[in-house]
Protein backbone atom coordinates (compact mmCIF):
# COMPACT_ATOMS: atom_id res chain seq x y z
CA UNK A 1 0.00 0.00 0.00
CA UNK A 2 1.69 3.43 -0.73
CA UNK A 3 2.42 5.62 1.65
CA UNK A 4 0.60 9.05 2.13
CA UNK A 5 1.72 12.06 3.15
CA UNK A 6 0.13 13.20 6.65
CA UNK A 7 -0.17 16.87 6.22
CA UNK A 8 -3.18 19.05 6.25
CA UNK A 9 -4.47 19.14 2.43
CA UNK A 10 -1.67 17.42 0.46
CA UNK A 11 -2.41 14.74 -1.53
CA UNK A 12 0.84 12.99 -2.57
CA UNK A 13 1.48 9.57 -2.10
CA UNK A 14 4.05 7.34 -2.48
CA UNK A 15 4.09 5.86 -6.53
CA UNK A 16 5.97 6.15 -9.49
CA UNK A 17 4.77 9.42 -10.88
CA UNK A 18 5.71 11.40 -7.61
CA UNK A 19 9.02 9.37 -7.99
CA UNK A 20 9.57 10.42 -11.62
CA UNK A 21 8.49 14.05 -9.84
CA UNK A 22 11.34 14.21 -7.89
CA UNK A 23 9.09 14.04 -4.61
CA UNK A 24 10.68 11.98 -2.01
CA UNK A 25 8.77 10.93 1.74
CA UNK A 26 10.49 10.97 4.58
CA UNK A 27 9.58 9.20 8.53
CA UNK A 28 8.91 11.08 11.42
CA UNK A 29 11.88 11.22 13.91
CA UNK A 30 12.26 8.34 16.18
CA UNK A 31 13.16 10.48 19.56
CA UNK A 32 9.93 11.30 21.25
CA UNK A 33 11.08 15.39 21.29
CA UNK A 34 11.23 15.83 17.44
CA UNK A 35 8.56 14.12 16.67
CA UNK A 36 6.33 16.10 19.18
CA UNK A 37 7.58 18.80 17.22
CA UNK A 38 7.00 17.97 13.77
CA UNK A 39 3.34 16.83 15.11
CA UNK A 40 2.86 20.52 16.43
CA UNK A 41 4.34 22.27 13.35
CA UNK A 42 1.95 20.53 11.07
CA UNK A 43 -1.08 22.00 13.48
CA UNK A 44 -3.04 18.65 12.68
CA UNK A 45 -5.45 18.46 15.71
CA UNK A 46 -5.92 14.87 17.35
CA UNK A 47 -2.92 13.39 15.28
CA UNK A 48 -0.46 11.44 16.88
CA UNK A 49 2.51 9.88 14.28
CA UNK A 50 3.12 6.48 13.77
CA UNK A 51 6.44 4.56 13.00
CA UNK A 52 5.15 4.43 9.63
CA UNK A 53 3.73 7.89 9.33
CA UNK A 54 5.39 10.01 6.75
CA UNK A 55 6.17 13.85 5.15
CA UNK A 56 6.64 14.42 1.94
CA UNK A 57 9.43 16.97 0.40
CA UNK A 58 7.30 19.67 -0.59
CA UNK A 59 7.08 20.47 3.27
CA UNK A 60 10.60 21.10 3.41
CA UNK A 61 13.16 23.77 2.49
CA UNK A 62 16.05 23.11 0.06
CA UNK A 63 18.72 23.60 2.72
CA UNK A 64 16.86 21.36 4.63
CA UNK A 65 17.99 17.91 2.79
CA UNK A 66 21.31 16.34 3.05
CA UNK A 67 21.84 15.16 -0.65
CA UNK A 68 25.60 13.98 -0.46
CA UNK A 69 24.92 10.30 -1.01
CA UNK A 70 22.73 8.15 -2.87
CA UNK A 71 19.70 8.75 -0.44
CA UNK A 72 18.26 11.95 0.24
CA UNK A 73 17.85 12.31 3.77
CA UNK A 74 16.51 15.22 6.30
CA UNK A 75 19.62 16.56 8.60
CA UNK A 76 19.66 16.62 12.08
CA UNK A 77 17.10 19.19 14.17
CA UNK A 78 15.10 20.38 10.55
CA UNK A 79 11.52 20.98 11.67
CA UNK A 80 8.92 21.10 8.64
CA UNK A 81 7.96 24.79 7.60
CA UNK A 82 6.04 24.40 4.83
CA UNK A 83 2.28 23.77 5.15
CA UNK A 84 -0.93 24.87 3.42
CA UNK A 85 -2.68 25.33 6.40
CA UNK A 86 -6.57 26.70 5.32
CA UNK A 87 -8.06 29.91 6.67
CA UNK A 88 -10.17 30.00 9.81
CA UNK A 89 -13.80 30.17 8.28
CA UNK A 90 -15.87 33.18 10.32
CA UNK A 91 -18.84 32.95 12.36
CA UNK A 92 -21.99 33.83 10.54
CA UNK A 93 -23.42 36.29 12.87
CA UNK A 94 -27.45 34.84 13.87
CA UNK A 95 -29.67 37.69 14.46
CA UNK A 96 -33.07 37.07 14.46
CA UNK A 97 -35.55 39.71 14.48
CA UNK A 98 -38.45 39.31 16.40
CA UNK A 99 -41.64 40.78 16.12
CA UNK A 100 -43.69 41.60 19.12
CA UNK A 101 -47.23 42.60 18.55
CA UNK A 102 -49.67 44.22 21.53
CA UNK A 103 -53.03 43.70 21.96
CA UNK A 104 -54.86 46.97 21.16
CA UNK A 105 -55.23 49.21 23.98
CA UNK A 106 -59.11 49.20 24.71
CA UNK A 107 -60.46 51.41 27.04
CA UNK A 108 -64.02 50.99 28.27
CA UNK A 109 -66.49 54.07 29.32
CA UNK A 110 -69.55 53.66 31.34
CA UNK A 111 -72.25 55.97 31.23
CA UNK A 112 -74.89 56.37 33.68
CA UNK A 113 -78.52 56.23 32.90
CA UNK A 114 -79.91 58.60 35.26
CA UNK A 115 -80.90 62.42 34.46
CA UNK A 116 -81.66 63.56 31.62
CA UNK A 117 -81.83 61.71 28.08
CA UNK A 118 -80.38 64.53 26.35
CA UNK A 119 -77.86 64.49 28.71
CA UNK A 120 -77.12 60.67 28.21
CA UNK A 121 -77.16 60.71 24.38
CA UNK A 122 -74.18 63.28 24.37
CA UNK A 123 -71.84 61.57 26.89
CA UNK A 124 -72.95 58.33 25.42
CA UNK A 125 -71.59 59.89 21.73
CA UNK A 126 -68.50 61.43 23.10
CA UNK A 127 -67.26 57.92 24.54
CA UNK A 128 -68.19 56.10 21.32
CA UNK A 129 -65.55 58.81 19.90
CA UNK A 130 -62.99 58.44 21.91
CA UNK A 131 -63.29 54.69 22.03
CA UNK A 132 -63.44 54.88 18.06
CA UNK A 133 -60.33 57.24 18.12
CA UNK A 134 -58.05 55.14 20.57
CA UNK A 135 -58.70 52.01 18.20
CA UNK A 136 -57.42 53.78 15.39
CA UNK A 137 -54.52 54.84 17.02
CA UNK A 138 -53.88 51.47 18.31
CA UNK A 139 -53.80 49.97 14.80
CA UNK A 140 -52.03 52.78 13.20
CA UNK A 141 -49.16 52.03 15.58
CA UNK A 142 -49.46 48.49 15.21
CA UNK A 143 -48.99 49.52 11.38
CA UNK A 144 -46.13 51.52 11.95
CA UNK A 145 -44.29 48.62 13.69
CA UNK A 146 -45.01 45.89 10.95
CA UNK A 147 -43.68 48.31 8.17
CA UNK A 148 -40.14 48.67 10.14
CA UNK A 149 -37.70 47.09 8.59
CA UNK A 150 -36.27 44.07 9.39
CA UNK A 151 -32.34 43.69 10.26
CA UNK A 152 -30.60 41.95 7.38
CA UNK A 153 -27.74 39.59 8.21
CA UNK A 154 -24.24 40.04 6.27
CA UNK A 155 -23.44 37.88 3.78
CA UNK A 156 -19.92 36.45 4.59
CA UNK A 157 -17.78 35.32 2.08
CA UNK A 158 -15.57 32.08 2.68
CA UNK A 159 -11.96 32.91 1.84
CA UNK A 160 -10.59 30.09 -0.37
CA UNK A 161 -7.17 28.71 1.36
CA UNK A 162 -4.41 29.83 -0.62
CA UNK A 163 -1.48 26.83 -1.47
CA UNK A 164 2.09 28.09 -2.10
CA UNK A 165 2.92 25.93 -5.31
CA UNK A 166 5.19 26.95 -7.65
CA UNK A 167 4.53 26.53 -11.18
CA UNK A 168 6.15 26.49 -14.24
CA UNK A 169 5.69 29.69 -16.70
CA UNK A 170 3.47 29.42 -19.59
CA UNK A 171 5.50 30.05 -22.42
CA UNK A 172 8.14 27.02 -21.17
CA UNK A 173 5.92 24.21 -21.82
CA UNK A 174 4.88 23.35 -25.19
CA UNK A 175 1.25 23.56 -26.44
CA UNK A 176 -0.31 20.00 -27.50
CA UNK A 177 0.25 16.67 -25.06
CA UNK A 178 2.59 14.94 -27.69
CA UNK A 179 4.97 17.79 -27.81
CA UNK A 180 5.38 17.89 -23.44
CA UNK A 181 5.31 14.15 -23.77
CA UNK A 182 8.47 13.83 -25.82
CA UNK A 183 10.00 16.60 -24.13
CA UNK A 184 10.21 14.44 -20.90
CA UNK A 185 11.06 11.63 -22.23
CA UNK A 186 13.77 13.14 -23.87
CA UNK A 187 15.24 14.76 -20.21
CA UNK A 188 14.34 10.88 -18.57
CA UNK A 189 16.70 9.58 -21.42
CA UNK A 190 19.10 12.56 -21.02
CA UNK A 191 18.74 11.31 -17.11
CA UNK A 192 19.18 8.00 -17.62
CA UNK A 193 22.56 8.45 -19.98
CA UNK A 194 24.24 10.77 -17.04
CA UNK A 195 23.31 8.32 -14.32
CA UNK A 196 25.39 5.78 -16.24
CA UNK A 197 28.16 7.68 -17.36
CA UNK A 198 28.38 8.19 -13.89
CA UNK A 199 28.76 4.84 -12.72
CA UNK A 200 31.04 4.17 -15.42
CA UNK A 201 33.16 7.11 -14.18
CA UNK A 202 33.05 5.74 -10.57
CA UNK A 203 34.15 1.81 -11.93
CA UNK A 204 37.14 3.34 -13.67
CA UNK A 205 38.54 5.54 -10.92
CA UNK A 206 38.05 2.57 -8.59
CA UNK A 207 39.70 0.38 -11.26
CA UNK A 208 42.54 2.99 -11.60
CA UNK A 209 42.71 2.80 -7.64
CA UNK A 210 43.15 -0.50 -7.56
CA UNK A 211 46.07 -0.23 -9.69
CA UNK A 212 47.58 2.46 -7.91
CA UNK A 213 47.90 0.59 -5.10
CA UNK A 214 49.28 -2.87 -5.89
CA UNK A 215 51.85 -0.51 -8.19
CA UNK A 216 52.66 1.12 -4.71
CA UNK A 217 52.87 -1.86 -2.85
CA UNK A 218 54.73 -3.62 -5.20
CA UNK A 219 57.55 -1.19 -5.57
CA UNK A 220 57.94 -0.72 -1.54
CA UNK A 221 58.04 -4.55 -1.06
CA UNK A 222 60.65 -4.85 -3.94
CA UNK A 223 64.37 -4.65 -2.45
CA UNK A 224 66.52 -1.50 -3.63
CA UNK A 225 68.75 -2.26 -6.76
Known sequence: MPAHCAAIGCTQRRTAESRKQGITFHKFP???EM???WEKAMRRRDFTASDESVLCSQHFRSRDFDKTGQICRIRAGVIPSLFNFPDRP????????IK???PPHITVFYCSTGGHRGHTRSSTTNHEEKRTSTIRTTKTSIKAKESLPLPI???V???KPRFNITLDHNYSLPNSPAALKAKFNAAAARLWSLEKQKRNALVRERRARTTLMAVLHKSLCEPCV
Not at 90 to 97: D, L, V
Open 100 to 102: CTH
Open 157 to 159: TKK
Open 90 to 97: QQIPMTTA
Open 30 to 32: RGD
Open 153 to 155: PQK
Open 35 to 37: RRL
